[in-house]
């Protein structure tokens, strides 16, 4: 399966955000807290949502989905805390099954998990943090095995705000004795979407939005399942945005949420994209060629790690020269060499990129190297003369609901190709 994109301008129409991949999944994993049937709702139809289906149901519970985007899961109770490792090492979000279930269960086997390759992905916050509330580790190298004789709340001080520690520890701290402190929690609007539905199901919960978490531990049986739908997805938002400022035009980006991606939309803002916030959405333009800027992603509410790709490829056709700056994922540069193809003048070095904007980039036969890289690759190429043929597209189908669709709803020349 292929994507051709081919030269398009001055996209026009509306175009309704999916729900968050980095929200579903998370939420889709504390359905082992509590017996019941839950009701997801905005759930993007992605290929991360079957696979952490699948998961789920391998460790007992079943999963329907009445339509693409709404899911119903069962926990009736009969859960074997196993996952097998050929389903965890496709989905990185499976990490987030360790805390709920060791805290509901006394025990946990996880395959190591995978998802994107970009570079080293440790977990070492995550073991320190529940080890402090009380757990004993046992890793191989595929296997994180954790068992407990009740968590116990503590205070954990994160050395750095991740968002899969923050979300382990929080909801293992849901069932835990006492009270558990977070601080320099990660504070991403998916982690409020958690806490919210864990609120909703009975959990004691304090601080959400901000770096500090206080969680009081409840009983299983104050726990019950609930109906929640996803919030929004701002990566999706934000690469309609980028259509927009490399082919131009107008557009409505139903559903996203400025409050969501403040910081980003004012560097969109300074590259020359119109952006007027709605209550239901934004309203996008943009009529000239792009400016360059610089930016270093940092954790929410800072520029995202995921926005980074599509950043460069807008500089890649931007006037003047930017520098985009990665902390938090040294691997996350290696795209660059699949927008050099297509004829973008970067420079590496370490963990800075210097981008040297050109007129027009040229279509070639690039490969998406993960999901986030892909869609922005997809993004370059509406700016490209010729045809640019984006291969390995089930990175992009892990995390985007139909973005060809979507695209070419707006007038982008975008197609699928098997
Ligand atoms: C989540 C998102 C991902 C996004 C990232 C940062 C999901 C499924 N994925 O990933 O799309 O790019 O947030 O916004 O939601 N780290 C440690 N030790 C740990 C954990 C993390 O050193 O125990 C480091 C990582 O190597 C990385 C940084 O912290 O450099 C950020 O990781 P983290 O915030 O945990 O990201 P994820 O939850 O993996």
Redesign the pocket.
Known sequence: MQIVVERSENLSGEVQVPGA???V??LMAVTVLAEGTYRIGNVPDIA?VATMCELLEAIGLRCHRPNPHQLEIVNSGNIRPVAPFEIVDRI??S??LLGPLLSRFGSVSLGLPG??DF??????????GLTAMGATFDMTPTEVRATTKGLRGTEIVL?????????NLLTAAVLAEGETIIDNA?R?P?INDLCSMLIDMGADIRGVGTDRLTIVGVQPSDLRAVDHDVINDR?QAATYIAAVGVAKGEVFVRGGRAEHMEMLLNRYAEMGISIIPQSDGLRVSCGRRLRAIDFATL??PGI???YKPLLVGMLAVAEGTGVATE???PGRFRYVDELMKMGADVRIDGHHAVIRGVEKLTGTEVVAPD??AGAALVVAGLAATGTTTISQVHHIDR?YDDLVGRLAALGARVSRRS
């Open positions: 991949k980095n929200s999944l998370k991360d990185r979000a990490i987030n998802g994107d570079g080293d992905r440790p977990i070492d916050l995550h073991v320190a050395r750095f705000p991740s968002v899969g520690a923050t979300e990660a991403e998916e990566v954790p929410y995202a790690t995921d902390n938090l994922y999901i986030r995390g």
